[in-house]
């Protein structure tokens, strides 16, 4: 007797199991796949930046001088309110012709370029701090020195920390006391020394002002991680001169992440949970019945 052709089925909860585990796989894999993908953009946007500061008009050392003459006009600096996780700028400039978007402009957009080697951190640094801008990498407070160095100066540059679809300053607390970080500015290679590492409580107002004589560049960043209660402030103090190996490293292009071995992961894991819709899918195995009238007709005989 020939045995009917199994058929796959899938039932409702073999269906339920199946989008359930498809959509653990990918919730796990996106935040990762994001930061793989923004890392790309972000490297890419600084390497268009460094190719942009040739055909700047005006030209770059113009773009540096008009920044010196900005940085000498403003007075006071910031201010890291109580109760707030972005710093606001309160300079004043005793020139009111200086336009802020025209200061370091670029076709890109991107007026600087941060690296911070402790952390594997590559990123440019735009103009302003709109919730925009810190979606895609570091923000300059407006109403702080323009990053391009110089006695009495204090910039203020900030980032988020802990979004899923960018890793930014995420690992900032890892920074300490000693450790260093390059600005790259139209060319102009600035090395900073870590000498003050803090974190500001919640109901605690902060002053980043400029010091007599110093040239400082402040970090900052929000923490904990996902409460964003408190501030990280890593306030950096110019090396002068710059080390040829930060020259060096400030010279080359921005890396791109490795192979995205979580794709490997993730079709490997997707094959997985195929093949276990096919194999629950499939009716049990049925064995051939033979007919009972054969065995009567031979026990009479």
């Known amino acids: 007797m020939t045995v009917p052709a199994r058929k796959w089925r899938a039932s409702a909860s073999l269906i339920l199991t199946?989008?359930?585990?498809?959509?653990g796989v990918t919730t796990l894999t996106y935040s990762t796949a994001a930061s793989w993908v923004s890392a790309i953009n972000q490297s890419q946007v600084v390497n268009r930046y460094e190719t942009s500061v040739?055909?700047?008009?005006?030209?770059?050392?113009?773009?540096?001088r008009a920044a010196h003459i900005y940085n000498s006009a403003l007075s006071s600096g910031a201010l890291l309110e109580a109760n707030s996780t972005v710093p606001q700028g309160n300079g004043e400039y005793a020139d009111t012709s200086f336009d802020y978007r025209s200061m370091l402009a670029t076709s890109t957009g991107v007026m600087a370029r941060l690296q911070i080697p402790k952390i594997d951190v590559d990123l440019?640094?735009?103009?302003?701090?709109?919730?925009?801008?810190?979606?895609?990498?570091v923000g300059h407070l407006k109403g702080t020195s323009l990053p391009v160095g110089g006695e009495s100066t204090h910039s203020v540059l900030t980032?988020?920390?802990?979004?899923?679809?960018a890793t930014l300053f995420t690992n900032l607390d890892q920074v300490k006391v000693g450790d260093t970080f390059t600005i790259t500015t139209f060319g102009e290679v600035l090395n900073y020394r870590v000498v003050s590492r803090q974190v500001v409580a919640p109901e605690d107002t902060e002053t980043l002002?400029?010091?007599?004589?110093?040239?400082?560049?402040?970090?900052?960043?929000?923490t904990p991680l996902g409460v964003n209660t408190h501030r990280i402030l890593v306030t950096g103090e110019r090396i002068?001169?710059?080390?040829?190996?930060?020259?060096?490293?400030?010279?080359s292009s921005a890396r791109e992440p490795g192979f995205p071995w979580w794709a490997v992961a993730y079709i490997s894991a997707l094959a997985v949970i195929g093949w276990y819709a096919w194999w629950a899918g499939k009716p049990p195995r049925r064995r051939p019945q033979h007919a009972s009238t054969e065995?009567?007709?031979?026990?009479?005989?």
Do not use: F, K, M
């Open 159 to 165: 980032a988020h920390r802990g979004l899923p679809s």
């Open 54 to 64: 040739n055909d700047a008009e005006p030209s770059a050392s113009e773009q540096l």
């Open 209 to 222: 002002r400029q010091i007599e004589g110093e040239d400082l560049v402040t970090l900052v960043t929000c």
């Open 18 to 23: 199946v989008l359930v585990a498809v959509a």
């Open 124 to 137: 440019p640094v735009y103009h302003g701090t709109s919730e925009e801008t810190l979606e895609i990498g």
């Open 295 to 301: 065995c009567s007709s031979n026990a009479q005989q």
């Open 240 to 251: 002068n001169p710059t080390p040829p190996e930060a020259i060096e490293e400030a010279r």
